[in-house]
């Protein structure tokens, strides 16, 4: 059984930071493009950063870029997510994602229709950040 788990939510102040991590069970996860999307309360699940299998390549969706930085650990089957200057348009459950590729294919995280193709998915971290 797929089990992904997240952690490291909690309450920010604006310009703070904090890293959430998630750990895959069930599989060998160092096969898989991980990554991670959100969710603030009445809006539709939004992508935020991936990576390949290896950590070799990773994008981000532009409001990131520059504040959060993804990573990996393949020995440990963990992904990270690394989240500076905190806005509180930040504020958000923050959910880990697996696309069962070990390429990083932009159209399972991203789609013009707003799905996806991720085939597993955690239960999710909230992420509230105060201004």
């Known amino acids: 059984q797929v089990q992904l788990v997240e952690s490291g939510g909690g309450l920010v102040q604006a310009g703070g930071s904090l890293t959430l991590s998630c750990v895959g069970y069930g599989r060998i996860f160092s096969n898989y493009a991980m990554g991670w999307f959100r969710q603030a309360p009445g809006s539709a699940r939004q992508f935020v950063a991936a990576t390949s299998s290896n950590g070799g390549v990773t994008f981000y969706e532009d409001s990131v870029k520059g504040r959060f930085t993804i990573r990996r650990d393949n020995a440990k089957g963990m992904v990270y997510l690394q989240m500076d200057s905190l806005k509180s348009e930040d504020t958000a459950g923050y959910y880990c994602?697996?696309?069962?590729?070990?390429?990083?294919?932009?159209?399972?995280?991203?789609?013009?229709?707003?799905?996806?193709?991720?085939?597993?998915w955690g239960k999710g971290t909230l992420v509230t950040v105060s201004s």
């Open positions: 994602a697996v696309d069962r590729s070990p390429v990083l294919v932009k159209s399972e995280w991203i789609r013009p229709d707003g799905m996806n193709g991720i085939d597993w």
